[in-house]
Structures are given as C-alpha cells and as structure tokens.
Nanobody, 119 residues
Framework: QVQLVESGGGLVQPGGSLRLSCAASGSIFSPYAMGWYRQAPGKQRELVATIANGGNTNYANSVKGRFTISRDNAKNTVYLQMNSLKPEDTAVYYC?????????????WGQGTQVTVSS
C-alpha cells in the first residue's frame, strides 16, 4: 500500500512556473513507476508525464519542452516542474504510483492539487 500526498499547486499567471511535489509513504518507493495526470473540468483525466523506476521519462505532447518530471528515491518524492504555463494547463493534478508484479498491476493515487493559470 502506498500513500501519496501532492503539494505545490496554486494560482499562477500565464507564462509563470510552478513545481509540484508528491511525497510517497507506506511502501518501498524505488520500484514504482511514477506519474502525473491532470483533469480539467468536464474532461477526462489525462496523462501529463511519467518516470520509470530506472529514470526514463515520457511526456504528453502538450507539455513537452515545458514540463519536467523527476524523482528523488532517497526522499520518496516525485516532482513536476512546470514552466511557461498556459491557461489550458488549468486542472487538478494527480500523482500516480504504478507497479507491475507478474500479471498483477497496482495503482495508487493522491488526492490531487489544483493548478490554475489565469491573469
């Protein structure tokens, strides 16, 4: 069982930056692939970025070149650095921990943190 707590959301002007953090507890952190997802009002939750336990990263096309995902296994924390923010980045951002063991897959979610990009 993994507990995830996000922080760092808030209100920022277009072109600004925010850094989200997701602190994990309750299990060994390093084997998990970690990810950030977001859900805007009236829309489905969508993938923003993922980072594998080995460090490989993957980004949605809409955030490539602006967002950077990273992890610190010593601190059991994953980060999302968001630069050049746009109004369309406004959403609730969720942290995800994903682990596959054999044929079983485990997914854990945080409670979400609101990001609002507006002037």
């Amino acid at each position: 069982q993994v507990q995830l707590v996000e922080s760092g959301g808030g209100l920022v002007q277009p072109g600004g930056s925010l850094r989200l953090s997701c602190a994990a507890s309750g299990s060994i952190f390093s084997p998990y692939a970690m990810g950030w997802y977001r859900q805007a009002p009236g829309k489905q939750r969508e993938l923003v970025a993922t980072i594998a336990n080995g460090g490989n990263t993957n980004y949605a096309n809409s955030v490539k070149g602006r967002f950077t995902i990273s992890r610190d296994n010593a601190k059991n924390t994953v980060y999302l650095q968001m630069n050049s923010l746009k109004p369309e980045d406004t959403a609730v951002y969720y942290c995800n921990a994903h682990l596959v063991i054999g044929i079983a897959a485990y997914d854990y979610w945080g409670q979400g943190t609101q990001v609002t990009v507006s002037s």
